[in-house]
């Protein structure tokens, strides 16, 4: 079967399929199926990604220089666990069900409670 996103290559043997995520970069091909330099990746826990999601995952999108900023929702929870590149090799991590989350780069704010909101 094939992806129905853009994927993210961290290494040789591995990609993985986020839920969301932005590109700091030139503009993508129409075509593309990966991006190679992602700034944030999203994920939205689920009963088959929970045990992947915050472990392997997360491991694995910091290997990348890009990444910036790993959000996984937590929709059970309404909660977002926010990793960020601190200074040096520091992975930060805070943990919000309500207020902002500051994304910087790329200078974005984010309301969590918007990332919750029903339709």
Not at 41 to 57: R, Y
Not at 82 to 110: M, W
């Amino acid at each position: 079967m094939p992806p129905d996103g853009l994927s993210v290559r961290v290494d040789d043997r591995t990609g993985f399929e986020p839920d969301a995520l932005v590109h700091g970069g030139a503009r993508l091909d129409p075509d593309a199926t990966t991006v190679s330099e992602p700034l944030i990746v999203v994920e939205v826990l689920s009963p088959n990604t929970k045990p992947v999601d915050p472990g392997f995952k997360f491991q694995g999108y910091f290997q990348l220089p890009s990444v910036q900023h790993d959000l996984i929702l937590d929709t059970g929870r309404r909660t977002v666990i926010h990793h960020h590149r601190g200074a040096g090799e520091l992975i930060e991590t805070r943990i919000a069900a309500s207020g902002e989350l500051f994304l910087d780069p790329p200078g974005l704010t984010i309301g969590v409670g918007g990332l919750f909101a029903e339709p």
